[in-house]
């Protein structure tokens, strides 16, 4: 699409900024709601962390002015945390935290932004069809969140949600629709569906918008990673949308999908349902959502750091080829290892070998990835930039996420630790430190091209090298608590176990030992949150503030550098053509250190037969 074609775009306020259907203005809307959900998820940590440090003292009021007399009243006993706010505030963050923060900020944020940039597109295959994504997730959030306010509270059957419990969840209300499980249900059906929108725009954009010369292997990693990463959710996120309208069903109408025959609760006695349903089947639908959706947590993360690495080392991609095929055999991989998230429900020895043996398949591209990203950096003339930094951190927090996680792939040891904070541990160091350092990168890489100006990089220490030590002091010794015994669900860590130092209890004993550490965690967590202050500030004042950025602040190779600094309507002042792969750096021919892919190679000149230059 050429120039004049956007000549007499002038939108009003609302069109451009409100409903827009502008990639570049989606992709910033999806980033800055998906912050604004993550801090709120944060604070709900908070609040659970001082509850298990401090059980027998109230929320001090720096933790709880957020909440109204009246809330404080129904949902805390003499100012404490008690069981049922800490299950409620566990659902919530978690959900909030997956569904509603880091995969809208990596796919929605960075798919939206980037990828039709990447390819040399004007926007997205279907503008009107990408704003409505954004508005579904918007009122699906918005849904689960204001359940705080209603009278039941919100969802509190944790953020898997199992039946029985989750099904006669607030069964005690007369109108099921205002019921915290109910609109936790509702909205999560809302949020599949503009994860489903958005995944069919993706891939269409990526096979049928690519600019002239943009073949399959020279676009760039972030490309394929967000190609996967559409496609798992396009295949993935169904069954747990049906699941979810099942166990709405099971509420509503009193059917039975996932209810047992002959339930029993010590409230109601036996329930009076039609029976035969399957409990087991919903934890079946959710995990067959629940494991590739890991991998649609950590693809647009691992993609952002594979595009820094070549930037700020000067070099090429190492592997690119090799990165590629692992991404389809994880996407392929990650549909056949859910169930290593049951191997307590007692499936047989049969089935757990073979999600065993999966288990441990899926690390080989796994590996494959974080291998061909550390050898990246050897013999690199390395630029710690910001962007640099938290990429570099991404590496070794992902490793131990990683690692950590093999032993919960074999039965045995799944028996043992299951519902453990090494479960616990295990699953934060991958999505905290992990992935979320990776998009941190991305979003200090990517922020000149958005606002056309540098995000400052003294706030930049400030908020990684506090996070960094921080993050460590709050999920390492989960690990250790974990293979303690320590229940990922004891709203007071554990304070009800120990027992005297002369006691023979010998859990009690190991208890005792190891409370101490919730401690070193709680306050480690208040010192994360005070780390993000900076961040905040730096996203925000550098907006106008900021050093001014060139179009291609970093020397970059790849197509979205090739754009005006913001890229204006139609994204390019040129008719877009890719001539070579994406991380041409360093190359002896050429006379800077980076070769973009859209500069036209130089002709070479011939001679002819008498001598004479053609």
């Known amino acids: ?67 109204t007399d009246t809330w404080k009243g129904r949902w805390l006993t003499d100012g404490k945390v008690t069981g049922e706010t800490y299950n409620m505030f566990g659902a919530m963050h978690g959900t909030i935290m997956v569904f509603l923060g880091v995969v809208p900020l990596g796919f929605g944020a960075f798919g939206n932004y980037v990828t039709p940039l990447q390819v040399g597109a004007v926007d997205m295959a279907f503008p009107k069809l990408n704003m409505m994504s954004y508005w579904i997730y918007v009122v699906g959030g918005l849904m689960m969140c204001g359940s705080f306010f209603l009278e039941s509270g919100t969802a509190k059957s944790g953020w898997t949600n199992y039946p029985p419990l989750s099904a006669i969840a607030d069964s005690q209300h007369p109108n099921q ?12 059906v809302f949020l599949i569906s ?42 993935a996120f169904p069954p747990l949308e049906v699941a979810g309208i099942m166990q709405v069903v099971d509420r509503f109408f009193g059917s039975s999908f996932f209810q047992p025959s002959g339930l029993y609760t010590s409230a109601s006695g036996v329930i009076e349902q039609a029976g035969g349903g399957s409990p087991l089947l919903f934890q079946h639908l959710f995990w067959f959502l629940g494991h590739p959706e890991v991998y649609v947590l950590l693809l647009p993360s691992i993609a952002a750091v594979a595009e820094i690495i070549p930037v700020n080392t000067r070099k090429p991609l190492w592997g690119y080829k090799s990165m590629v095929y692992a991404v389809m055999v994880l996407g392929f991989l990650s549909f056949i290892v859910w169930a290593h998230h049951m191997y307590i429900t007692g499936m047989g020895s049969s089935i757990s070998t073979f ?21 990246s950096l050897w013999g690199g003339s390395i630029r710690f930039t910001m962007p640099m930094i938290w990429a570099c951190a991404f590496l070794p927090m992902f490793g131990i996420g990683g690692l950590t996680g093999l032993p919960l792939a074999f039965n045995l040891v ?64 989960m690990l250790m608590q974990g293979m303690a015994g320590f229940h990922r669900r004891w709203y007071n860590g554990g304070d009800a176990y120990v027992v005297d130092a002369d006691s023979e209890n010998v859990f009690g004993q190991i208890v005792r030992d190891n409370i101490d550490l919730n401690y070193t965690m709680s306050i480690a967590v208040f010192v994360l949150a005070a780390a993000q202050l900076p961040f905040i500030i730096n996203l925000f004042t550098s907006w106008f503030a900021g050093k001014k950025a060139t179009d ?34 360093s190359r002896p021919d050429h006379d800077t250190d980076f070769y973009t892919q859209w500069e036209e190679p130089k002709k070479v000149a011939s001679k002819s037969n008498d001598g004479a230059e053609a």
């Open 355 to 375: 999600f065993q043996i999966t288990t441990v398949l899926i690390s080989v591209p796994s590996v494959v990835l974080i291998t061909s990203l550390i050898i």
């Open 177 to 188: 629709f205002f019921t915290g499980q109910t609109q936790w249900l509702l909205g999560l």
């Open 1 to 67: 699409m050429s120039d004049h074609d956007h000549d007499h775009h002038n939108p009003s306020f609302l069109q451009k900024y409100i409903f827009s259907t502008d990639h570049k203005i989606i992709g910033i809307q999806y980033g800055l709601t998906a912050l604004l959900f993550l801090l709120f998820g944060f604070f709900l940590m908070m609040v659970m962390r001082w509850s298990i440090a401090f059980p027998n003292e109230p929320l001090p009021e720096w933790l709880s002015w957020v909440f």
């Open 552 to 585: 291609n602040p970093w020397d970059a190779t790849t197509l979205e550098w090739a754009t005006p600094t913001p890229p204006g309507h139609g994204n390019f002042e040129f008719d877009v053509a890719v001539y070579r792969g994406p991380y041409e750096y």
């Open 414 to 477: 799944g028996l043992h630790l299951h519902d453990t904070y090494y479960v616990i541990g295990h699953f934060h160091y991958v999505v905290a430190p992990g992935i979320l350092f990776g998009l941190f990168a991305g979003i200090y890489h990517w922020y000149p091209k958005m606002f056309g100006r540098h995000m400052n990089t003294f706030l930049g220490h400030l908020h990684f090298w506090p996070s960094l030590i921080a993050i460590n002091f709050v999920f390492f010794p």
């Open 194 to 235: 503009s994860s489903l929108l958005g995944s069919v725009n993706v891939i269409t954009t990526i096979i049928n918008l690519r600019a002239k010369g943009m073949t399959w292997m020279r676009m760039p990693f972030l490309v394929w990673a967000m190609l996967v990463t559409a496609f798992l959710l396009l295949l």
